[in-house]
C-alpha cells in the first residue's frame, strides 16, 4: 500500500510540478517564499525518485519470477499502424 500511496502523491504533485518549475527559486526574494519553493522541489524530487525504486524494484521482482519458474519474458508485439 505505501507503493501506492507515493505514486499517488507524485501525480497529484504534477501540477504544482509545473509551477516550481516554472519559477526560479533564486529568484524568489529570501524569506518564507523562498523557503517553500525549495521544499516544494525537494518533494517533487523526492516523488520522481520513489517512482523510479518502484519500477525498479517491479522489473527486479518479475526477472526474478522468470528466474525461478523457468518462464520466458513476454515478447512485446510491436505496435499496430
Not at 505514486?7 to 516550481?20: E, H, K, Q, R
Request: hydrophobic share 35%.
Amino acid at each position: 500500500m505505501r507503493h501506492w500511496s507515493g505514486i499517488l502523491i507524485a501525480i497529484g504533485m504534477t501540477g504544482f510540478a509545473s509551477a516550481a518549475n516554472a519559477q526560479d527559486c533564486e529568484a524568489i526574494q529570501a524569506g518564507p517564499a523562498r523557503t517553500d519553493c525549495y521544499i516544494g522541489l525537494s518533494r517533487i524530487s523526492q516523488g520522481k525518485s520513489n517512482i523510479a525504486a518502484g519500477a525498479a524494484r517491479t522489473q527486479s521482482d518479475a526477472a526474478r519470477y522468470r528466474q525461478v519458474t523457468g518462464s520466458a519474458a513476454r515478447k512485446r508485439r510491436p505496435p499496430t499502424r
